[in-house]
């Protein structure tokens, strides 16, 4: 056992590694667990589902992340218990781990609001694992399509986004590039004009979290890139070959990407703590949780609040909530009083497509076109984990704006193979199944 105080952090995604990136200098051990061997860089994940990036460009291995931090050991492992008053955590191999210090920070799970059908034939878009089963469905449909041009009447080609928030804007813009741009080139006797991406949205704006200016040109931008609009529509049941809205519409598709809801990870029911909206952790303002000074939630799972304002499931909230428990274990330790969490607004953007975002800086200023997608790239290539993942997406990302061509077109596993071998009784789960998934609903 170490002589240090135990800080045990739960999920290695923004905030898991902001809060143990601020301990280096500590004197604690901490102990971090995900339910995966690698971060995950969620903003991009859209670009693994239509093949413009590698999975492994998104993904960093925890190990190689802090090779030369030496009070971090890392553990593979999904948690499936907390016991508060003993100050254990168990996990999903039954071992218990005792902690002096608890941070959750198992990041949010996708709702959908109790939908007939979404859970079964919705394609999520949380983790690695929904990416590239995406980009299989996605490329599947069009060899169906290749094989048999008659599917097409079935809805195989209709691609329908719910949510026209940043990552339904961002997905359904991508895939124009791909089906309008790219797909001609390599599939010579399909008729892949007949693809169609369709939004559907409940609310009446595309966007609607940023500026009006934006949102204008970002509708326009989609309706220009060929995508189709459905606003003021909300699903009303989801089928294998289907999406029924509720004002009675029915939309033959084969793929329907669920982008529309949020919920705190499972981890904060676990807990057994007051929740607010979406499962959000409730929290003091320092993020501890209430009455429990040894137990912090951060980034998507809590209800993170700055001056009194609850803030939005962002990158930005997650990393830098997590650093500021980071360093209030540290005042602790130093014997000292926590400050409340203070955010750093710098604005927030969304790409619309190849050559196309919207930027919206705190001083409500406001950009858009190709410099605001400049600025996007630069933005996002910063933050990505680790040399190799910058260097290879940049590399991705230039080889695509020169050629038009994109690199992750490969179909991992095709449905029929993965049954053949599941009915084997091999380890492995069919498309669509909770594997790699563990601890979240999608
Ligand atoms: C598709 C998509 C696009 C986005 N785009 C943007 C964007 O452009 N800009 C922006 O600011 N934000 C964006 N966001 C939001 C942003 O990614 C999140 O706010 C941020 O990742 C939250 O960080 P987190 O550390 O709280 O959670 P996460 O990054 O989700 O990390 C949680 C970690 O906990 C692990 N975990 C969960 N449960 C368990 C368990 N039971 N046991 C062990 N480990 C567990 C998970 O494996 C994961 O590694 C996007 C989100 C998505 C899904």
């Known amino acids: 056992m170490s002589k240090y105080p135990h800080v045990v952090i739960v999920g290695a995604g923004f905030a898991g590694l902001g809060v143990a990136e601020q301990l280096a200098h500590v004197p604690v051990h901490v102990t971090l667990i995900d339910r995966h061997n690698y971060h995950t860089f969620q903003p991009l994940l859209y670009q ?12 960093a291995p925890v190990r190689s992340i802090f090779r ?11 948690v499936t218990g907390i016991n508060v008053p003993g100050r254990k955590i168990q996990l999903n191999d039954g071992e218990e781990i005792s902690y002096d210090y608890l941070v959750l920070a198992g990041g949010a799970t996708v ?104 949102r204008v040109y970002a509708r326009q931008e989609l309706e220009d890139r060929g995508v189709e609009l459905r606003l003021g529509e909300a699903v009303a049941e989801v089928g294998p070959t289907f999406v029924r809205l509720k004002s009675g519409e029915e939309i033959k598709t084969h793929t329907l990407i669920w982008a529309a809801g949020v919920q705190a ?28 000074p040894e137990i912090f939630v951060v980034g998507d799972m809590g209800e993170v609040a700055s001056e009194g304002k609850t803030l939005p499931q962002l990158g930005s909230v997650a990393m830098q909530s997590g650093e500021h428990v980071g360093r209030q274990i540290a005042r602790r330790i130093a014997g000292e009083e926590t400050q409340a969490f203070e955010y750093w607004d710098k604005g927030f953007m969304a790409t619309i497509g190849r050559g196309s975002a919207v930027v919206e ?26 040399t190799r993942n910058r260097i290879e997406t940049l590399w991705n990302w230039g080889w695509s704006a020169l050629t038009h061509d994109r690199a992750a077109r490969i179909i991992i596993e095709r449905d029929d193979e993965t049954r053949s071998v599941t009915q084997s009784g091999a380890d492995v789960a069919p498309p669509g199944s909770k594997q790699g998934d563990l601890g979240a609903s999608s």
Do not use: C
Not at 68 to 78: A, H, I, K, M, Y
Not at 185 to 191: E, S
Not at 195 to 202: F, G, K, N, S
């Open 48 to 59: 693994v589902a239509t093949s413009l990036l590698n999975a492994e460009d998104v993904g």
């Open 68 to 78: 030369s931090q030496e009070n971090v050991d890392f553990r593979l492992g999904t």
């Open 111 to 214: 709702n959908y609001f109790g939908t007939p059908g979404a859970a079964e034939h919705a394609f999520p878009l949380y983790t690695l694992m929904n990416a590239v089963r995406l980009r299989n469905q996605v490329m599947q449909r069009f060899e169906a399509a290749a094989g048999d041009p008659t599917v097409i009447n079935d809805g195989a080609l209709n691609f329908v986004v719910v949510g026209a928030g940043p990552t339904g804007v961002e997905t359904a813009g991508a895939l124009s590039d791909l089906f309008y741009n790219l797909l001609p080139n390599d599939y010579h006797q399909l008729a892949t004009d007949k693809a169609r991406i369709i939004i559907v949205e409940m609310g009446k704006e595309v966007l609607a979290q940023f500026k009006e200016n934006l």
């Open 265 to 292: 990870n499972p981890l904060a029911h676990l807990l057994g703590m007051p929740q607010g909206r979406g499962g959000r952790v409730k929290l003091n303002p320092d993020l501890s949780v209430p009455d429990h």
């Open 361 to 386: 800086f705190p001083n409500q200023r406001t950009l858009h076109g190709p410099l605001a997608y400049f600025a996007w790239l630069g933005v996002h290539l910063a933050l990505l984990n680790g």
